[in-house]
């Protein structure tokens, strides 16, 4: 298997993050509202009471799109550090803390904290696995809510009052589970339309499929014609749009995917080889699949899993933001 360059992996490490507040001091708040919707995974419990946060990005083209919001350092690096501590709130990731903090401005700041990457849907099941892979401590009495968009789990005693105020729960495990693997599929770097170059109909059928396999039958597909936009190609570019329940496609979007540091980060393409060779070609159990993922992802990225017994095989999806991303989806023994 190939490995991260050593080079590529000290670029990753050495850039900071900007919050969103020092996005918003350069750039239009309404640009970036916009720009929410079709970069992130929003609930429709979203406001725009977000501007303190941080918020990750991707390594590439998307990183582009995404412009003052991920500002990624293309060919090798990124706009914020891969370590998942601090004290500020990631908005797109799943917070987790022992306790909460809410400044006299109503920001609030985490106490023992580390966020990660939801995957199964039940954000206190997978507060207990970011915090265990952290080698931080278990939260006692855990107690899961959406602040502003931002998801969180807290020790229930380490939430302020006024917190709860305003505060909400999240979705339900089971609808939530399935957005999030609608969004892992629409920006999958292994098999799905990020790493390669669907025409609009080979995207529109993923789509389409995708939805039918996480359960979403209430959503639709919509093809609009992206030629004439920033980055127009023969590719097409795949967004899911939660407040509207759309996966929206993008024909003529994007230039074909090609290998050029210049345009994404070489790791990038590397470790979704070594995951399309060793994980999506075989047929493995998912601690099989996570054995294969950790070791060519390495301990900067991070590798999530989630049990699905209906499956014959462990599934892998591949997102990239200031690291890869990982989510395996499979059952405890294969069935091929």
Not at 12 to 38: C, K
Not at 139 to 155: I, K, W
Not at 169 to 195: C, H, I, N, T, Y
Request: contains cysteine; glycine residues 10%; charged residues 25%.
């Amino acid at each position: 298997m190939n490995e991260f360059r050593g080079d590529e992996l000290v670029a990753l490490r050495a850039v900071r993050r900007l919050d969103d507040a020092q996005v918003v001091a350069v750039t239009d708040r309404h640009a970036l509202d916009a720009l929410r919707e079709g970069i992130t995974m929003t609930d429709r419990n979203t406001t725009s009471t977000t501007e303190a946060l941080r918020r990750g990005g991707r390594l590439g083209r998307r990183g582009m799109a995404a412009g003052a919001l991920g500002l990624a350092l293309l060919g090798g690096g990124a706009a914020y550090a891969v370590s998942q501590w601090g004290d500020t709130p990631t908005l797109d990731r799943l917070n987790c803390a022992s306790s909460v903090t809410l400044d006299p401005q109503g920001e609030l700041h985490l106490v023992d904290g580390v966020d990660g990457v939801a995957g199964s849907g039940d954000d206190v099941a997978d507060c207990a696995q970011i915090r265990q892979d952290a080698g931080r401590p278990p939260l006692a009495d855990p107690y899961a809510f959406v602040r502003g968009g931002t998801h969180f789990v807290v020790s229930r005693a380490g939430v302020p009052a006024a917190v709860l105020a305003e505060a909400t729960q999240p979705l339900p495990a089971e609808e939530q589970a399935a957005l999030l693997e609608l969004r892992s599929a629409m920006s999958d770097w292994v098999d799905g339309p990020e790493g390669q170059c669907f025409t609009a109909e080979q995207a529109r059928a993923y789509a389409q499929d995708t939805l039918g396999d996480v359960g979403l039958s209430g959503w639709t597909v919509e093809v609009v014609d992206g030629a004439g936009s920033q980055g127009a190609g023969p590719c097409a570019l795949v967004d899911p749009l939660p407040q509207r329940e759309v996966v929206q496609v993008r024909a003529h979007a994007r230039a074909v995917p090609q290998d050029d540091p210049a345009d994404v980060a070489h790791v990038v393409h590397v470790v979704a080889d070594d995951l399309r060779a060793n994980v999506a070609a075989k047929c493995l159990s998912l601690t099989e699949a996570r054995q294969v993922a950790k070791v060519v992802v390495g301990d900067d990225g991070e590798v999530r899993t989630v049990t699905d017994e209906a499956a014959g095989c462990t599934t892998v999806d591949m997102e990239v933001g200031g690291s890869i991303f990982v989510t395996l989806r499979g059952p405890a023994v294969a069935k091929p």
